[in-house]
Each structure stands twice: as structure tokens, then as C-alpha cells.
């Protein structure tokens, strides 16, 4: 459950799709449910999009990385991707995977939606999963509105809505904490992230320790509690 924000009115689901800008006072788009009932689309993404998702939380690359991929950069031989890099030189890096993810990196690079449109469908999909939600801005104690205006004349206002909750960038830390818990090193989990300091990959070593402890000091109080 994600924590209530103070200042702002949380909602479901926005009426109308619009554009939107993220962290802006934009309108959202529409957030009603991905799936229906009997598991029919409302929202169908377009063919490729639901690749994206994958291939950022199996490489670890940054969204401005991958958007910058393609096929070029590809080196099927040995299931790698030679990362063009965006922030640092380390950032210039080349990702191994194994066979298993290489269909899934063929069909999503080069990336079929820009990144607004990523944004856009991977927000609903938050929504819809109850990761993240909708919430119209107040600002200065006013909710904020937009006057839209039709063809036909008539005008419709729109509560400016603003999406908060899990976010594409957490896909990285995803890949991250996995290569952790699975036994890697941080400098390992750092250069295949392309950071430019380890002291930014500890966060995911420190985050196993922490959980490692209280799984083992929660066990033995509650099994003394147990055998006691």
C-alpha cells in the first residue's frame, strides 16, 4: 500500500485519456483497469510495448540507454549488448545475458514506443496492479482543473491528475537486488549497472543484510517462543 501524500486527493482511475507529462501539472491519462472481465483488454498496448519492461529489468539499463539501442548494438553470438551509455564513461559498458532473455531483448530493441508513450502505458499497468494510482493536484488549497475545449464548442473540465507509485526507473534497482540475492559481488553488480562509484551499489548489498538479519533474528525469537 502506498503511503497517503499530504495535499493532494487521491482517485482511481482519471474519465478521460489525455496526454501527460510526468511530475508537471499535466492531465494523466486514463487509468481504468488494464484487464476487464474474463481478462479482456481495455487498454490493449500496442505490439512490442510489454518487451520494454523486460529487457530494462533483465539488462539493468537506464531508459535513456535503451532508448538509444539497436539492433546494431546487438551481439546475438554471445547474447550481449554493447550499451551506448548515457551519463558517465562507465556507463559504456556491454551487458551478457543468457539465452533464455535473448528473444525478449530481439523483440524489444530498437524500442517500438518513444518514452513518453513507455511512461504512459507503464503507468496504467501500475495502476491497474495497484502499485501506483492517480491523485489530482491541489495546489495552494485549490484542486486544479483544465478547461478543455471540443469541436462542437462545448467546453468539459478535467481534474489535472498527477501519477504516483512504482516507477520504470525501479526496474534497475529490480535487476540490482536480483544479481545480489543471486550471489553476486557489488563490483560486478556495479559495473554491469555502469556505476561510477560502488558506494551506490552497496544500497543493494546493505538492503540483503538487513533482510538476512531480521529473517534470522524474527526465526529465533519466534521458535524460542515456540519451543519455550
Request: net charge positive.
Amino acid at each position: 500500500m502506498l503511503p497517503e501524500h499530504a495535499g493532494r486527493q487521491s482517485l482511481g482511475a482519471p474519465p478521460n485519456p489525455v496526454s501527460i507529462r510526468s511530475r508537471k501539472l499535466e492531465l494523466a491519462p486514463s487509468a481504468d483497469r488494464v484487464t476487464g472481465p474474463g481478462n479482456t483488454p481495455l487498454f490493449p498496448p500496442p505490439a512490442g510495448s510489454g518487451d520494454t519492461a523486460l529487457v530494462l529489468a533483465a539488462t539493468g539499463m537506464r531508459l535513456g540507454e535503451y532508448l538509444r539501442c539497436t539492433p546494431a548494438h546487438l551481439v546475438p553470438a554471445k547474447y550481449a549488448i554493447r550499451v551506448p551509455g548515457t551519463k558517465t564513461k562507465r556507463s559504456r559498458r556491454v551487458i551478457e545475458l543468457g539465452p533464455e532473455a535473448w528473444p525478449w531483448v530481439e523483440a524489444g530493441i530498437p524500442s517500438p514506443l518513444k518514452s513518453r508513450w513507455i511512461h504512459i502505458y507503464w503507468w496504467r499497468a501500475c495502476v491497474a496492479l495497484g502499485f501506483g494510482r492517480y491523485e489530482q493536484v491541489i495546489k495552494n488549497g485549490v484542486r486544479q482543473v483544465k478547461v478543455i475545449k471540443h469541436k462542437d464548442g462545448t467546453r468539459e473540465e478535467r481534474p489535472v491528475l498527477r501519477y504516483t507509485g512504482l516507477r520504470l526507473h525501479d526496474l534497475r534497482h529490480v535487476t540490482g537486488q536480483v544479481a545480489t540475492d543471486e550471489g553476486a559481488t557489488t563490483a560486478q553488480v556495479g559495473d554491469a549497472l555502469g556505476h561510477a562509484d560502488y558506494k551506490t551499489t552497496a544500497r543493494y548489498q546493505r538492503r540483503q543484510h538487513a533482510r538476512l538479519v531480521g529473517q534470522k533474528v524474527s526465526g529465533a525469537l519466534f521458535r524460542r517462543r515456540r519451543t519455550g
